[in-house]
């Protein structure tokens, strides 16, 4: 499975153990062309239509019954790869969702997201990449990046980056943009794009969620850093 082609519609799984947020978010999406291939009550039935329909984006409750949406979260990933997951959560702030990113998961809305935003960021983390509302993620990552005596969450080892790739890693995780760190750089686009892929291939990252976490975590970044705060969000609205 391969990312969604910009400007194709993604096939969604729903995994929510509240009937109402299920059937109101299949109805946002249906009515904005948005195909919804299936819906899950907890984290067990979320892996397991998963791996039957193949979805390209998961929307992901964290807190559900018998399997939470972290643990779901992990194993899709590691079945499907190529699946991208946005969290679902009523506090930004949350070291779930913190965890989540760490894990792969390509971003999270907060539940009373408008039904724009749901369906402009489910077909952004559709075509591959990350939903990240700089601000927001920030915050939360500086929040739990440095809690004493939790273990790094993603991979931390940076001997095998060259000085510019990670150059290029710290204005990830201040939340530039390819754009932005042409600009920054004095770089091409199109080089921008080839340092970014590298740090990923290197480091194993899925995409710039992690890369926001493994800068922290390495201290690349720390709390309070600078940076232009507008990075690649996706569409305006809500916290992504």
Sequence with gaps: MTA????????VLIADDQTLIRTGFRLILTARGIEVVG??????????????????VVLMDIRMPNLDGLEATRLILDR????RILILTTFDLDRYVYTALSAGASGFLLKDVTPEHLAAAV?????????????????LVERFAAEPGRPPAVHTDLTALTPREREVLTLLGRGLSNTQLAAELTLSEATVKSHVARIFAKLGLRDRAQAVVVAYETGLVRAGDGGSGTGRTGPAGPPA
Aim: charged share 25%.
């Design 4 to 11: 969604v082609a910009p400007g194709a519609s993604p096939r």
């Design 39 to 56: 819906e899950a009550a907890d984290g067990a039935q979320a892996v397991a239509a998963a791996g039957r329909l193949r979805p390209d």
């Design 80 to 83: 499907l790869p190529e699946c």
């Design 123 to 139: 077909r952004l983390v559709g075509t591959g990449d990350a939903l990240l509302a700089p601000s927001i993620t920030r915050r």
